[in-house]
Nanobody, 127 residues
Framework: QFQVVESGGGLVQPGGSLGLSCVVSGLSNFYNAIAWFRQAPGMEREGVACVSSSGTTMDYADSVKGRFTISRANGNTVHLQMNDLKPEDTALYSC?????????????????????WGQGTQVTVST
């Protein structure tokens, strides 16, 4: 298990932008994939975006493609830049990490079983 800490949530108007950050402790000796998930009240948790250990492969939910960008700042820090935000993006956003092996260092999948999670940060899109 790794320690995961998110930051950067808040209130933003529709059409606005917001950036989230995720810092994971203990990753330096392991290949890993890091992902952002979100869950709105009464809804199932949804995978939003993930980035590979190499930082070269990203995957996005269809609902955010073209608006959200995930990136690795270094081995243990991931950013999620959210542009053109919509009210339906309102949710608790959580960062999660999974250790990977071998060739999976160069890919990521939102349907993998991520096993270390942060507490989450609230994003509210409203006028």
């Amino acid at each position: 298990q790794f320690q995961v800490v998110e930051s950067g949530g808040g209130l933003v108007q529709p059409g606005g932008s917001l950036g989230l950050s995720c810092v994971v402790s203990g990753l330096s000796n392991f290949y890993n994939a890091i992902a952002w998930f979100r869950q709105a009240p009464g809804m199932e948790r949804e995978g939003v975006a993930c980035v590979s250990s190499s930082g070269t492969t990203m995957d996005y939910a269809d609902s955010v493609k073209g608006r959200f960008t995930i990136s690795r700042a270094n081995g243990n820090t991931v950013h999620l830049q959210m542009n053109d935000l919509k009210p339906e993006d309102t949710a608790l956003y959580s960062c999660a990490v999974v250790r990977v092996y071998g060739g999976n260092a160069y890919t990521c999948k939102l349907d993998w079983t991520y096993d270390s999670w942060g507490q989450g940060t609230q994003v509210t899109v409203s006028t």
